[in-house]
């Protein structure tokens, strides 16, 4: 069943923070201040089908303040992404971009798809594009769909976002699904918005918030959690 929340303010706490450099060739696709996250991968046609890590990674780590996630006919197929430091920048997703986790990756316990980390001021616009996991890979050691793949540890923190240590963060139109974990995982943050998402079939919960103040939560759709407990649509676990 779908949950709908209007808002949800809560206390605040502290986490461990994720830094990621910049490449040095990062610069050659930023002109003023805004970028094409295929132009990291050699242009549309260039970004590697079989794994698009590094473009992607690229792109988000370039320090752009005007960032666009372009569909290139195919999904992104990639590991863990990480999104950190970033300051007055808006992420900009093009409707049929797919973001895919690559098979056979994500061995981490706490390996999310992708993870936010001291942004100031960040804006992702969704569009309606796809963050798919591979919930049934992560959790069955049986290694679910993925016969060859290597063993999982049983975890339930594989995330599709992981958001945590940062202020002014707007997720829009963001459709999240499968997550070995939680859609999103909130933790130390504030004035935070989540706005026309959706988070479907997730194995933990839709959304849990750790710790936060001022999350608003509009017209977001939490639906088909399970997996393991609590498998709620939103699960509030305060620190404080």
């Keep these: 069943m779908a949950v709908v929340?209007?808002?949800?303010?809560?206390?605040?706490?502290?986490?461990a923070v994720v830094h990621v450099p910049m490449s040095a060739a990062s610069s050659?696709?930023?002109?003023?201040?805004?970028?094409?996250?295929?132009?990291?991968?050699?242009?549309?046609?260039?970004?590697?089908?079989?794994?698009?890590?590094?473009a992607l990674q690229?792109?988000?780590?370039?320090?752009?303040?005007?960032?666009?996630?372009?569909?290139?006919?195919?999904?992104?197929?990639?590991?863990?992404?990480?999104?950190?430091?970033?300051?007055?920048?808006?992420?900009e997703l093009q409707p049929?971009?797919?973001?895919?986790?690559?098979?056979?990756?994500?061995?981490g316990?706490?390996?999310?798809?992708?993870?936010?980390?001291?942004?100031?001021?960040?804006?992702?616009?969704?569009?309606?594009?796809?963050?798919?996991?591979?919930?049934?890979?992560?959790a069955q050691p049986s290694r679910g769909t993925c016969p060859s793949c290597g063993n999982y540890?049983?975890?339930?923190?594989?995330s599709g976002i992981w958001l945590e240590h940062s202020n002014g963060v707007t997720l829009r139109g963001l459709t999240v699904v499968e997550s070995g974990g939680d859609g999103v995982y909130i933790a130390d943050v504030n004035n935070t918005h989540i706005v026309d998402c959706v988070f479907d079939r997730n194995y933990r919960q839709g959304m849990s918030v750790i710790a936060a103040v001022n999350l608003t939560v509009e017209r977001t759709v939490f639906s088909n959690t399970a997996g393991t407990a609590p498998a709620a649509g939103v699960d509030r676990e305060c620190t404080k």
């Design 153 to 158: 540890s049983k975890a339930e923190w594989r």
């Design 28 to 54: 050659a696709c930023v002109h003023d201040g805004r970028a094409v996250a295929s132009c990291f991968g050699g242009g549309r046609d260039g970004v590697n089908s079989t794994d698009a890590t590094a």
């Design 109 to 138: 316990t706490h390996d999310s798809l992708l993870r936010i980390s001291q942004a100031q001021n960040l804006t992702i616009n969704g569009n309606g594009a796809l963050l798919q996991m591979r919930r049934d890979d992560y």
């Design 96 to 107: 049929a971009v797919h973001i895919l986790a690559r098979q056979n990756f994500f061995h």
């Design 58 to 91: 690229a792109a988000l780590s370039s320090h752009a303040s005007s960032l666009l996630i372009d569909d290139i006919g195919r999904p992104w197929i990639v590991g863990p992404l990480f999104l950190s430091n970033a300051t007055n920048m808006v992420v």
């Design 5 to 15: 929340v209007s808002a949800v303010m809560i206390a605040i706490s502290a986490l």
